[in-house]
């Protein structure tokens, strides 16, 4: 069955993008490094492409989440492509890790509503504590944006220029490996349905939320009887290269919405949209000439072409 297409339902689309490990493993195990370079990576991705918005991150440690809006398909591709190949030679060069890194490309879920985006943010808050690994979500010794939404605090990470370094051999120089780093700032731009709001008062909601996150956890280990959380110095003590003993696997939904009216309005779009894709791919095979695909979509290559083709050969 073929990968489904990307799908832009309209302008300014926030979406949820999830990308996991090969095989579950636990290749992002947290560390004071690797949050350095992920957040290196992600500053740098970001400065190239200023038009994607990043709200939220979470770096688990077999798998990474992004809340982040758009205005087209490209621009998402292209600072996926970044982030993810990025990524995966910083943490594969730390952890000794040279195989396959990802399991599959990036998922990208549309988040149609206020009331769906809520619950996604309240997700994605949500790792670490709803794992029993900690008790609050400001605990998780991963990348998460906890502090930055209640106190302000900048997230910072560190970009390692390896073409530079490169060159440099080549020519023979002796700088150091300070001479190839640049640190970077990832900045979040509010959540949407907070982006009216003072500073002061998205601060106060974001620690509103994140209380409920831990009493909610809290009561919930009371009420079945666990017996408190594997704490930070464990999840730094896994090793990287294993895989955990049971992996949670669930069928991505097509999108995120709290309105059955606007996930079915959102279904009939994406199947028109296919459907014009369709066409114009088949017009394509049949004229080997570029022809009209739907906006903000992939057109595929015009594959091998001869001479002889023309003529049937």
Same mark, same amino acid.
């Given at each position: ?72 398909? $490209? ?9 993810? @190949? ?15 890194? /990802? @399991? ?12 769906? =985006? ?19 979500? $400001?605990? /998780?010794?991963? &990348? ?5 939404? #209640?106190?302000?605090?900048?997230? #910072? ?5 390896? #073409? ?29 349905? /907070? ?28 009420? #079945? ?21 049971? &992996? ?8 995120? @919405?709290?309105?059955?009216? =606007? ?39 015009? $594959? ?10």
């Amino acid at each position: 069955m073929g990968r489904p297409l990307r799908f832009l339902p309209r302008p300014q689309t926030t979406f949820e993008v999830t990308t996991r490990c090969v095989q579950a493993r636990l290749l992002l195990r947290p560390s004071a490094r690797l949050n350095e370079l992920v957040l290196g990576v992600l500053g740098r991705a970001l400065s190239r492409w200023p038009e994607v918005k990043l709200h939220l991150v979470v770096v688990a440690a077999n798998h990474m989440h992004l809340l982040v809006t758009v205005s087209d398909s $490209g621009s998402l591709s292209a600072f996926m492509c970044f982030v993810n @190949s990025n990524i995966a030679r910083e943490a594969g060069r730390l952890y000794g890790w040279r195989e396959k890194f /990802w @399991s599959h490309r990036y998922h990208a879920i549309a988040v149609l509503d206020e009331r769906a =985006l809520m619950e996604r943010a309240r997700y994605l808050l949500s790792h670490g504590c709803k794992e029993d690994l900690v008790e609050r979500p $400001g605990d /998780w010794p991963g &990348v998460q944006c906890a502090e930055a939404l #209640t106190e302000g605090r900048k997230l #910072t990470g560190v970009w390692y220029d390896r #073409t530079g370094e490169c060159r440099a051999r080549g020519g023979r120089k002796k700088d150091g490996a300070e001479s190839f780093t640049v640190r970077y700032e990832v900045p979040l731009a509010p959540l949407p349905f /907070w982006s009216g709001l003072s500073e002061a008062e998205q601060r106060r909601r974001a620690a509103e939320l994140l209380e409920e996150i831990e009493r909610e956890h809290r009561e919930r280990r009371e009420r #079945t009887g666990k017996k408190g959380v594997v704490g930070r110095q464990r999840v730094l003590e896994q090793n990287p290269h294993s895989i955990p003993g049971e &992996v949670k696997r669930t069928r991505a939904p097509s999108c995120h @919405s709290s309105e059955p009216g =606007l996930r079915e309005g959102y279904r009939q779009s994406y199947r028109a949209f296919v459907e014009a894709y369709r066409r114009a791919a088949a017009e394509l095979r049949e004229k080997r000439r570029l022809v009209d695909f739907p906006d903000h979509s992939f057109p595929p290559a015009p $594959g091998y072409w001869t001479s002889g083709a023309a003529a049937g050969g």
